[in-house]
T-cell receptor
Framework: NAGVTQTPKFRVLKTGQSMTLLCAQD?????MYWYRQDPGMGLRLIHY???????AKGEVPDGYNVSRLKKQNFLLGLESAAPSQTSVYFC????????????FGPGTRLTVL | AQSVTQLDSQVPVFEEAPVELRCNYS??????LFWYVQYPNQGLQLLLK??????LVKGINGFEAEFNKSQTSFHLRKPSVHISDTAEYFC?????????????FGTGTRLTVIP
């Protein structure tokens, strides 16, 4: 039981490059989330999914796209990276929102030059 | 809307001393409250949560928190800290109707335990 895994762990991009972050969970959770963590700002929700095939915008969705083609996977894409997207990205999952514990992956540290 | 304030960005404390990490929330309705811990180079994990019932909530690793509705606070405490408690601690709030986009995190408090 690996829980929530994220790949890659680190990445350096140049401005304008694209990349996809992969999140996988083996807990059969319906809900999945992508957050970014910036110094002094806590975690902010980028996008989330309430089930396979569905996604929705969170607090800071601009510049990102997501897809949930399979229940266990949640992909976060950056089509044209900008330095403002330098951050640590966390994926999380839960059975239900609100009261349920969110289980987090180990994070991806992304630097955009 | 709900929001969380963690006034202390950094808290240094000597090993075996007690610690309190402060969390205040703002909400016009009742809320659910959470404390998450992030150890170095790891993701967040749940320490404890308050949904209803007893205002004193016990969590993992000897931590506890007390919900105080009149002071809109949910402070985290541990009577004797260990080196392994060095981490960043996040308070979070959610309204009772839940919602996948309704969990709001504070800015975090970095606890450093000094040997």
């Amino acid at each position: 039981n690996a829980g929530v895994t994220q790949t890659p762990k680190f990445r350096v991009l140049k401005t304008g490059q694209s990349m996809t972050l992969l999140c996988a969970q083996d807990m059969n959770h319906e809900y999945m989330y992508w957050y970014r963590q910036d110094p002094g700002m806590g975690l902010r929700l980028i996008h989330y999914s309430v089930g396979e095939g569905t996604t929705a915008k969170g607090e800071v969705p601009d510049g990102y796209n997501v897809s949930r083609l399979k229940k266990q996977n949640f992909l976060l894409g950056l089509e044209s990276a900008a330095p403002s997207q330098t951050s640590v990205y966390f994926c999380a999952s839960s059975y239900v929102p609100g009261t349920d514990t969110q289980y987090f992956g180990p994070g991806t540290r992304l630097t955009v030059l | 809307a709900q929001s969380v304030t963690q006034l202390d960005s950094q808290v240094p404390v000597f090993e075996e001393a007690p610690v309190e990490l402060r969390c205040n929330y703002s909400s016009s309705v009742s809320v659910y409250l959470f404390w998450y811990v992030q150890y170095p180079n790891q993701g967040l994990q749940l320490l404890l949560k308050y949904l209803s019932g007893s205002t004193l909530v016990k969590g993992i690793n000897g931590f506890e928190a007390e919900f105080n509705k009149s002071q809109t606070s949910f402070h985290l405490r541990k009577p004797s800290v260990h080196i392994s408690d060095t981490a960043e601690y996040f308070c979070a709030v959610s309204p009772p109707w839940g919602g996948a986009n309704n969990l709001f995190f504070g800015t975090g408090t970095r606890l450093t335990v000094i040997p």
